[in-house]
C-alpha cells in the first residue's frame, strides 16, 4: 500500500471493491463544477451576489475537505509532490482570504485564484493516480466526501491546514457555521442556485 490509511477489516474475497468514488474523481468533477459556476457568476448579464453564498460554501467545503485528505495522500505517496503541496496550501490560504473579502469587485481575483487551484491541484491528483490503487484512491474519496459534510461553510484562513490538527478544528468550525447559515437561511449547495453547474 503506498498510501497510508487505516486498514481494513479482512476482505472476504480477493476481488474485494470498497463501494464508493475515487478521490480523483471526485476532485475532478468539484473542479469542473467551480469553473462552470465561475463562468456563470462572471459572465455577461449575471448578478453574481445571488450565488456568492453558494460559491464561498461550495469552495470552502472543496478546500478543507483537499487539505484534510487529498493533499496529505499526495505528500504520503509521492514525495517528489512534496514541494508542490506545500504551495497548493499556501495557495489555498490565500484563495481563503480573498474568498472571505469577497464582494462582486473581487469575483475576478477569486476566480483567477480558482482556475490556479485547478491547475495545480490537478497535477496533484495526476501524481497520485499514478502510485496509488484503485482501492486507495475510492477509500480516499469516501473520507474526502465525509470530510466535505462536516467542513466550514465560510472561509477561515486562520484555522490549521495540515493534519491532525485540521480535522479536530475544522468540523468543529463547520458546525458553528452550519448553525449560522440555517438561523439566516443562507444557501450553500449547489442545487440551491436555479442553474447549479453538473460538472
Not at 162 to 182: F, L, S
Amino acid at each position: 500500500m503506498t498510501v497510508p490509511l487505516p486498514p481494513l477489516p479482512p476482505a472476504p474475497d480477493e476481488g474485494y471493491r470498497p463501494g464508493g468514488r475515487s478521490i480523483a474523481d471526485i476532485v475532478d468533477s468539484e473542479h469542473r463544477q467551480l469553473l462552470e459556476l465561475l463562468g456563470q457568476l462572471t459572465g455577461p448579464g449575471t448578478t453574481p451576489q445571488e450565488g456568492l453564498p453558494v460559491l464561498t460554501a461550495v469552495l470552502s467545503r472543496h478546500l478543507s475537505a483537499e487539505e484534510q485528505y487529498l493533499l496529505p495522500a499526495v505528500r504520503a505517496a509521492a514525495p517528489e509532490a512534496v514541494e508542490r503541496v506545500e504551495k497548493e496550501i499556501d495557495a489555498d490560504a490565500a484563495l481563503l482570504t480573498a474568498l472571505k473579502a469577497l464582494g462582486d469587485d473581487g469575483l475576478d481575483e477569486v476566480a483567477e485564484r480558482v482556475r490556479r487551484h485547478v491547475e495545480g491541484v490537478g497535477a496533484l491528483v495526476a501524481a497520485l493516480r499514478a502510485v496509488a490503487t484503485e482501492e486507495e484512491l475510492i477509500r480516499l474519496g469516501n473520507r474526502l466526501e465525509i470530510a466535505e459534510e462536516a467542513a466550514p461553510t465560510r472561509p477561515h484562513p486562520a484555522t490549521p491546514a495540515t493534519p491532525p490538527w485540521n480535522r479536530i478544528v475544522e468540523p468543529a468550525v463547520g458546525v458553528v457555521d452550519k448553525v449560522r447559515d440555517v438561523v439566516t437561511g443562507r444557501p450553500t449547495y449547489l442545487a440551491d442556485l436555479p442553474e447549479p453547474p453538473r460538472g
